[in-house]
């Protein structure tokens, strides 16, 4: 069967059943279905929580102590299809379960481009799902719809205040947000708005993003709470005046744009709880891009789980050195936490890819391959994790590789790469979570409860690129360690426009947030056929903007592109409903 079907056919349980085994009544429930609702984070603030009818140490207001452990995890540089991150987060919560430690989820929301797109939806595949699958990819609770609906609605505020005689002298040029919609569509990138005449607005060059990358999305998934959500709102850059003053959300109107944003957000901002295929409560909640934001799921998600199991499985989006650098420096940071064990997810096919075989070729039948060949792109394209890994014994965690198995992998290309990653002091086990559930987990489970263990001694993130270290250095600084340290850069070119954003940085608060790069997940390089693990080359930073409400300075590399296109053959194409029975044909 295929994911869907297998989705279809499961046996869900009723969502107040998945609430209680985080001890969270119904009555902190708003239900969405049988099978789907919110967590209302504010009512059960100071109510403490019930597991196994034992009162917890704990309750949601102190979600700045220490309290579940937080497992990153990130990958390898993937194929174009992806690598199964979020199928083994899934398999391990779920294996972890199984073997009795209290083990919840905490994942990104799917974006609608994607999933009418290529890459596919955001609920895991096989048996290691959470569900229901269709919904989840879809509409889910419209959370997505409401970021993208306040997001616009700054920016009607915006171009509604230019066109009432611009009290605030916005130069119409300098406008720095863009409106967004959670689909890929390239016609989009660049538009002109404005046009028809005096009553139908002031023309200007304007375009659209889509929404898993707009600072919108950004602050949503970093906001702590109310307040903090409406204090980031009002930072929010829009533009410059004439004399080039910032001007921000809170200055428009008499009270700011972020009151009406957060009556937009508000119902949102309660995070969602469903399951997996194997009953682990999974809190689904916002969802940025890693290539283009900063790629992980909302803090306040992680912290509610945090308050509420023992153990909390995340992800950070495509490679370490995308997802897991922004995760150390800009999630963890605003959430109050960093992970006591990351888990890196490795598959011979991206290793091969990346060792110069095309995914076709290191996807073959194994009874008609060249093993030599496939041996030799094996063992060139495991560079890729290796570097990989130097990234991440930067930060003093314990750290396992999981390697997501294929049918039509060898056990003796398997027992290579786990030998090779002893040789480095590395544990690595494999992972069949897609074809076995949690049975096919349990090894990588066991593996990452010795972890966890060892975890508790391991000390502080040190060295060069610790959150101490890196706040007390200015962006472009940043910049110079990750490009050389992370990605292999031998230099950093700016563009004339780079340098001159920089500098208006300088002497400037800004001038030493954290960075948000944004770059191709397919390469170290900002050169997407750059493969492997390349070194010495030049990165080039092309703009840079400052997310004064996020928090940080995205940083522009290469042809990066904030709005997708659809592939040449979208998913779209292949999906249909049935007009008797209502359901949801080929969505995957």
């Not at 379960?97 to 596919?120: D, H, M, Q, W």
Request: charged share 20%; glycine share 10%; proline share 4%.
């Amino acid at each position: 069967m295929n994911d869907a079907e297998i989705s279809a056919t499961a046996k869900l349980q009723p969502i107040e059943t998945i609430a209680d085994r985080l001890g969270v009544s119904a009555n902190y429930l708003i239900p969405y279905g049988q099978y789907m609702a919110k967590i209302d984070v504010t009512g059960l603030a100071g109510a403490p929580s019930q597991v196994a009818g034992q009162d917890r140490e704990h309750r949601l207001h102190d979600l700045g102590h220490r309290q579940g452990a937080v497992v990153l995890v990130t990958a390898c540089s993937p194929t174009p299809a992806g690598e199964g991150k979020t199928t083994v987060a899934i398999g391990l919560a779920d294996g972890l379960n199984r073997i009795g430690v209290n083990t919840a989820l905490a994942l990104r929301e799917p974006s609608l481009g994607p999933v009418f797109g290529l890459k596919g939806g955001g609920t895991g595949g096989g048996y290691a799902q959470v569900v229901p699958m269709d919904k989840i990819n879809l509409h889910f609770t419209g959370d997505l719809h409401a970021i993208t609906s306040a997001h616009n609605l700054l920016c009607a505020l915006v171009d509604h205040h230019i066109h009432q005689g611009n009290a605030l002298q916005i130069d119409p040029r300098t406008i720095t947000i863009k409106r967004c919609l959670d689909l890929n569509d390239r016609a989009l990138r660049h538009t002109v708005i404005g046009l028809g005449g005096r009553t139908q607005g002031v023309p200007r060059e304007d375009g659209f993003e889509i929404t898993a990358a707009t600072e919108t999305m950004a602050i949503f998934c970093l906001a702590t709470d109310r307040a903090d959500l409406k204090r980031r709102l009002s930072q929010m850059i829009i533009g410059y005046t004439y004399d080039k003053s910032p001007v921000t959300a809170g200055d428009l109107g008499s009270d700011g744009a972020q009151g009406a944003m957060a009556v937009l957000l508000n119902d949102a901002l309660d995070p969602n709880l469903v399951q997996t295929l194997h009953g682990t409560p999974a809190l689904v909640h916002g969802g940025p891009f890693a290539n283009i934001a900063h790629g992980a799921n909302s803090v306040m998600a992680t912290n509610t789980a945090r308050a509420l199991a023992d153990v909390v499985i995340t992800e950070a989006g495509f490679g370490a050195d995308l997802g897991a650098e922004k995760f150390m420096h800009i999630t963890g940071p605003a959430g109050g936490f960093s992970p006591d064990a990351i888990v890196v997810v490795a598959t011979l096919r991206a290793l091969k890819y990346n060792g110069g075989m095309s995914v076709a070729e290191a996807t073959e039948d194994a009874t008609r391959r060249d093993t030599q060949a496939h041996q030799d792109a094996l063992q060139a394209g495991v560079a890729n994790l290796d570097r990989h890994l130097a990234h991440l014994t930067h930060y003093n965690r314990p750290t396992v590789v999981a390697i997501n198995t294929f049918p039509d992998d060898t056990e003796e290309e398997i027992a290579w790469l786990i030998e090779h990653c002893a040789c480095r002091g590395v544990v690595a086990e494999t992972c069949q979570a897609w074809g076995q559930g949690a049975a096919g987990a349990e090894k990588l489970a066991s593996v990452m409860r010795e972890q966890l263990d060892c975890s508790a001694t391991a000390g502080g993130i040190g060295g060069l690129l610790s959150p101490e270290v890196m706040a007390g250095l200015s962006v472009q600084e940043k910049i110079s360690i990750i490009a050389r340290d992370i990605y292999g850069a031998a230099e950093v070119e700016y563009t004339a426009t780079a340098l001159k954003q920089l500098d208006a940085l300088a002497g400037t608060p800004a001038e030493y947030l954290p960075v948000c790069m944004a770059k191709t997940p397919f390469s170290f390089s900002d050169d997407r056929t750059a493969l492997g693990a390349p070194s010495g080359f030049q990165l080039t930073i092309e703009r840079t903007q400052l997310r004064a409400g996020a928090g940080f300075v995205v940083v522009y590399t290469g042809k990066i592109m904030t709005m997708p296109g659809l592939p040449k053959h979208p998913a779209a194409e292949a999906m249909d409903v049935d007009e008797t029975t209502a359901e949801i044909r080929n969505i995957f």
